[in-house]
């Protein structure tokens, strides 16, 4: 009963109620695409990007940094110039940004207890952009093409990398899982090990986008979030995430803003945060995921309520508290949103029909007067 009065205290502060996205806070600049962002060990930072739905093509150079625990946006000096489409990749715990429309091979540090951008070594790529740089081990790194370049902070320096396997165009998305950088060109996805200088072709990517997305990374999964489908009039909302250790990808519940091409994306303390992009009208808002193995509330109940076992063929057994099973439904949905069982819950040891679901994914819920209490993937055989 206490986890349950814990449980409640903690939605109820925070909202959640298992939610997979919150808005947050808007972006501090106007609406806008082809922006850039990362994030250090605590914040976040975003800024550039363009406008140029009326025919007039407008860059900007604001820059702002987001503050997770305070949910608030301050703006900071602005870049050099006024760019678009420009990378952006972290180490030092500071931002570096460079190429796109406005600069070839300069890149910037921006150091947030200064304040100040401080020109870098010029990329050895003569104009990278488009496409998300990242970061492993404090090193940097930028491709464009076939091409893999490697920045050193400690000596101010690039190299080459080994030479990809395939070019990648414009309007690539990564990620970083546990050392080593995932990089979606098209369907194509392929990994990067920095400690092998090594390049490894991983599953394709299952879902509808086939450029414009952003990645990241929380709990040793990757995630590619929205993009448009084979042209930039179709855009989607779907969500997917890549598990290294299985080769596998997993559609998600999708994105609950509207469907958009070019959005910034990055991760802060296993929280992943989208925001900006365009559908034809350019976005300020900003919305955080929260995994579902990781929102506050399935964490607090998970000792009260077991379910198992997991994968399931037929037969599904939930156990927990009976001074929860008041007024509770037990239902089951597709990743897709769609309801594909709902009973109540009437027993401290209940057994569910799952015989009639076909093999796949699903979200396991019990629910109370419209409330989620706890949420769990299952896996039907």
């Known amino acids: 009963?206490?986890?349950?009065?814990?449980?409640?205290?903690?939605?109820?502060?925070?909202g959640l109620f298992g939610q997979f996205w919150i808005q947050k806070a808007s972006f501090g600049g106007v609406g806008r695409h082809r922006a850039t962002g990362c994030a250090n060990s605590h914040r976040g930072f975003m800024g550039l990007g363009h406008v140029n739905g009326t025919g007039q093509d407008i860059s900007y150079k604001d820059w702002w940094e987001y503050d997770p625990s305070s949910d608030t946006w301050t703006q900071r000096a602005d870049f050099p110039v006024s760019t678009h489409g420009a990378v952006s990749f972290v180490v030092d715990n500071c931002p570096v940004v460079g190429g796109g429309s406005a600069l070839s091979t300069q890149f910037y540090k921006f150091d947030p207890s200064l304040n100040t951008?401080?020109?870098?070594?010029?990329?050895?790529?003569?104009?990278?952009?488009?496409?998300?740089?990242?970061?492993?081990?404090n090193r940097g790194f930028v491709y464009q093409g076939n091409q893999l370049a490697k920045y050193n902070p400690n000596t101010n320096s690039?190299?080459?990398?080994?030479?990809?396997?395939?070019?990648?165009?414009?309007?690539?998305?990564?990620?970083?899982?546990?050392?080593s950088a995932y990089i979606k060109g098209g369907l194509q996805l392929w990994e990067y090990k920095p400690l092998h200088d090594q390049w490894l072709q991983r599953a394709s990517f299952p879902g509808q986008s086939t450029g414009g997305s952003s990645?990241?990374?929380?709990?040793q999964h990757g995630y590619v979030t929205s993009g448009y489908v084979g042209g930039l009039s179709v855009v989607t909302d779907q969500v997917w995430s890549f598990h290294p250790a299985t080769n596998t990808w997993q559609q998600e519940i999708e994105f609950d803003?509207?469907?958009?091409?070019?959005p910034v994306a990055f991760a802060i303390h296993d929280r992943g945060y989208i925001g900006t992009g365009t559908n034809g009208i350019n976005f300020n808002d900003f919305w955080q995921f929260n995994p579902t193995d990781n929102t506050i509330g399935i964490e607090e109940s998970s000792a009260a309520i077991m379910v198992?076992?997991?994968p399931v063929s037929d037969f599904i057994t939930v156990l927990g508290d009976p001074t929860l099973t008041v007024d509770q439904d037990i239902t089951i949905y597709s990743l897709d949103g769609k309801l594909h069982l709902k009973e109540p819950r009437l027993l401290?040891?209940?057994?569910v029909d799952l015989s009639h679901l076909q093999t796949g994914t699903y979200l396991l819920r019990i629910e109370q007067e419209g409330h989620i209490l706890y949420q769990e993937k299952i896996m039907k055989r």
């Open 1 to 14: 009963m206490r986890v349950l009065i814990l449980f409640f205290y903690l939605i109820c502060a925070t």
């Open 117 to 137: 951008w401080t020109p870098i070594a010029n990329c050895i790529l003569p104009n990278p952009g488009d496409s998300q740089a990242f970061a492993v081990n």
């Open 158 to 179: 690039w190299s080459v990398c080994a030479t990809a396997p395939m070019t990648f165009g414009n309007w690539t998305c990564s990620f970083v899982v546990e050392g």
């Open 215 to 219: 990645g990241f990374a929380i709990e």
């Open 257 to 262: 803003g509207a469907k958009r091409r070019f």
């Open 308 to 310: 198992y076992p997991n």
């Open 348 to 351: 401290f040891k209940q057994n």
